[in-house]
């Protein structure tokens, strides 16, 4: 399957990773829930065959991926077979394999009855029950699993592990530790951004804040890691993923504070690069966030009132834009996120929610727009007063009333929505208007505190 990935990449290695003969790891994620990791350990290689475990894998590793290098000794270690081992050691897939053989068991007394052990031969283990040949009795006994309060095995099974491993046969010409790379892909772990404006009691500028959330549960952590975000639309080819069955432990979630060594920014590519200047643990089934952008305080914004009767017949939009710019104490790419508006609350000073909208990505010096909900007190009214349909045109008169129950003076933008494949014209109208583009009439109506006020127009459509 070919699809564009709107992403954001974190690129996380050690400390020291990147130097010639440092150990480390390296672990880009995009926002499509899966991730490319590059980690760098010594392995130990005996001259002539070897088998290798290599432990501490992702859960969700998608083993078609995995590559080898071998760094120190380019060239002298091939893999001649390579398996992906996750059939995990658990009570199911024991008693799978310890059919027709012996085992132990505890039973739950009843009543009066004491606890009692059974020995005998496994002959099934399926819809909660436990089937045994007693090997005193020579009997077969059905003991239900909620009976059972222990059951005991004598070793484990070879094929079984108790943690998913890469398992390699390789030939060696060298002896010794080796400095090898593995890397491989991997799900189950995501990203996002998210940001916060708080607006100032006048809604004429907000303080803005960048976070990046992370939230692991591919079966592993990355520790002391040193965190890289590059910002983009990525193509990928999405490869078939394996199934499997993973048991995670309840997600935690973790608020990093804010820190002078934070990300800088820079262009990579057609992307954008950033990059944290200390290093960060991110911990198997985790939601972590850390700062991306400082708060930027007092960025100039610009509230609209849009009355657009095709998007909301009976609804005004309230929406806020914002230019992106140095100027506007901001000029820095946004990856695409969440942007949540708060407003504080003059009688006790609590920050109170008021909306949220979701940005693309968005490049220096261009606007956000951010629609984050509708006016209680602003009532739209639309009426068709007059239509008149001939053969190659439509005529029509409309009237939009517009009642501000607010103490206050308020605009509304109302926009006039024409289809593409018409040719448009305002035969007269109650307010000015401008084309605002090849399908829009728009229109600024004042309206005084308390007051109504209506447009009405009449338009001529033509084909």
């Known amino acids: 399957m070919k699809r564009f990935c709107a992403a954001v990449l974190l690129t996380i290695s050690s400390q020291l990773y990147g130097e ?38 992702a859960t969700a590793i998608d083993p078609t991926t995995v590559k080898f290098e071998c760094l120190s000794s380019p060239g002298r270690v091939n893999i001649l077979e390579q398996n992906y081992e996750f059939d995990l050691a658990n009570t199911q897939s024991l008693l799978k394999r310890y059919l027709n053989k012996d085992i132990e068991l505890s039973v739950k007394g009843a009543g009066s009855d004491p606890s009692r052990n059974t020995n005998g031969m496994l002959i099934g283990a399926r819809d909660e029950n436990i089937i045994l040949m007693n090997s005193q009795t020579k009997t077969l006994e059905i ?134 200047a200390r290093p960060s643990t991110i911990k198997n089934n985790e939601t972590k966030q850390l700062e991306l952008i400082p708060t930027a305080e007092k960025v100039a914004v610009k509230k609209l009132l849009v009355f657009d009767r095709q998007e909301k017949a009976d609804k005004v939009q309230v929406k806020f834009e914002f230019a992106n710019s140095k100027e506007n104490q901001l000029g820095i790419a946004l990856p695409q996120g969440k942007v949540r508006v708060f407003k504080k609350d003059p009688a006790d000073g609590m920050l109170e929610f008021v909306g949220e909208d979701q940005i693309k990505h968005t490049a220096r010096n261009e606007k956000v727009s951010l629609y984050i909900g509708d006016a209680f007190d602003i009532v739209p009214e639309y009426t068709m007063l007059d239509s008149k349909v001939d053969r190659r045109s439509r005529t029509e008169t409309h009237k939009i009333e517009l009642r501000n129950r607010k103490d206050s003076p308020v605009t509304v933008r109302v926009d006039e929505k024409f289809p593409q494949w018409v040719n448009w014209k305002i035969d007269d109208s109650t307010h000015k208007y401008t084309k605002h583009d090849a399908t829009t009439a728009r229109f600024e109506i004042n309206i005084p505190a308390d007051a109504n006020e209506t447009l009405q127009y009449t338009a001529t459509q033509s084909w």
Not at 31 to 55: D, H, I
Not at 155 to 183: N, Y
Not at 226 to 231: D, R, T
Request: with cysteine; proline share 6%.
């Open 20 to 57: 010639p003969n440092e150990t480390g790891v390296g672990l880009t994620i995009y926002n499509g829930n899966f991730a490319v990791v590059k980690e760098r350990r010594t392995l130990p290689f005996s001259e002539g065959l070897n088998t290798l475990q290599f432990t501490d894998v």
């Open 143 to 276: 003991i239900g699993r909620s009976d059972i309060e222990s059951i005991k095995l004598s070793e484990l099974p070879a094929d079984l592990i108790v943690e998913p491993a890469l398992v390699w046969l390789a030939r060696s010409e060298v002896s010794g530790g080796q400095l090898c790379q593995i890397t491989y892909t991997t799900n189950e772990i995501n990203w996002n951004a998210d940001y916060t404006a708080t607006l100032d009691p006048n809604e004429t500028a907000v303080s803005f804040a960048g976070w990046v959330t992370i939230d692991n549960k591919s079966g592993t952590a990355y520790k002391d890691a040193k965190l890289k975000l590059v910002a983009g639309d990525v193509r990928r080819v999405q490869p078939p993923q394996p199934r499997m069955d993973m048991v995670y432990m309840e997600k935690r979630r973790t608020m990093a504070a804010a820190a002078p060594e934070g990300f800088e920014e820079k262009p990579f590519m057609e992307y954008h690069l950033y990059t944290l």
